[in-house]
């Protein structure tokens, strides 16, 4: 069964700061991570798609990475701002299940 | 191009009740699938439908069902409701059903059971 882990649990920095998110995933059998950012009581906006075969994907300020070998993805956020304060998630498609398994979420604030 | 829409936005019900729930996908779009968001719980996968048939189903009891019409639009229903059915229930859509299709998710339905 897969299982995904997000580490931190939350995260406060200064704006400005570059910072990374992480990601682990138990079963390297995936098809795709995507990586979420949901504001309070809001829905889910997909900020990167990464197929299982490449190794990262870029838009804008975020950079994600992945090495399915060692069933890891960071979310690297550069020059951060407080309109990036939100719950991120990343989620992964595994070839088993073909349903997305989520993690728990890095809850992140950006102090002005 | 509009997003997934879901209405309603916000529901409350008693136990006992049933509700109906519904999500119009991108314009498109073929696949739709459900999740349901707890804070104990987290996200959790419910279903997906594609071509009017429920093409994979995750681990909920049968009070849980769906259907998704010729539109590709989708509605979940969930009779016999519990407390522990309070949730954020929210409906993706993709393009078709291709394991590496991106998934977009709407705005999500509230659902207080008191």
């Known amino acids: 069964k897969q299982e995904v882990t997000q580490i931190p649990a939350a995260l406060s920095v200064p704006e400005g700061e570059n910072l990374v998110l992480n990601c682990s995933f138990t079963d390297s059998a995936i098809y795709n991570l995507q990586w979420f950012r949901q504001d309070p009581g809001k829905g889910l906006t997909s900020l990167l798609l990464?197929?299982?075969?490449?190794r990262e994907q870029t838009s804008g300020r975020l950079n994600a990475s992945l090495d399915k070998s060692s069933g890891r993805s960071t979310l690297y956020i550069a020059a951060s701002q407080p309109g990036d304060s939100a719950t991120y998630l990343c989620a992964v498609k595994d070839t088993g299940r073909r349903a997305l398994t989520f993690g728990s979420g890095t809850r992140l604030q950006v102090q002005p | 191009k509009a997003g997934v829409t879901q209405t309603p936005r916000y529901l409350i019900k008693t136990r006992g009740q049933q509700v109906t729930l519904s999500c119009s996908p991108i314009s498109g779009h073929r696949s739709v699938s459900w999740y349901q968001q707890t804070p104990g719980q987290g996200l959790q996968f419910l279903f997906e439908?594609?071509?009017?048939?429920?093409?994979n189903k995750g681990n909920f009891p049968g009070r849980f069902s769906g259907r998704q019409f010729s539109n590709s639009r989708s509605e979940m229903n969930v009779s016999t409701l519990e407390l522990g059915d309070s949730a954020l229930y929210l409906c993706a859509s993709s393009p078709e059903l291709r394991e590496h299709d991106e998934q977009f998710f709407g705005p999500g339905t509230r659902l207080t059971v008191l």
């Open positions: 439908y594609f071509s009017e048939t429920q093409r």
């Open positions: 990464i197929q299982s075969s490449q």
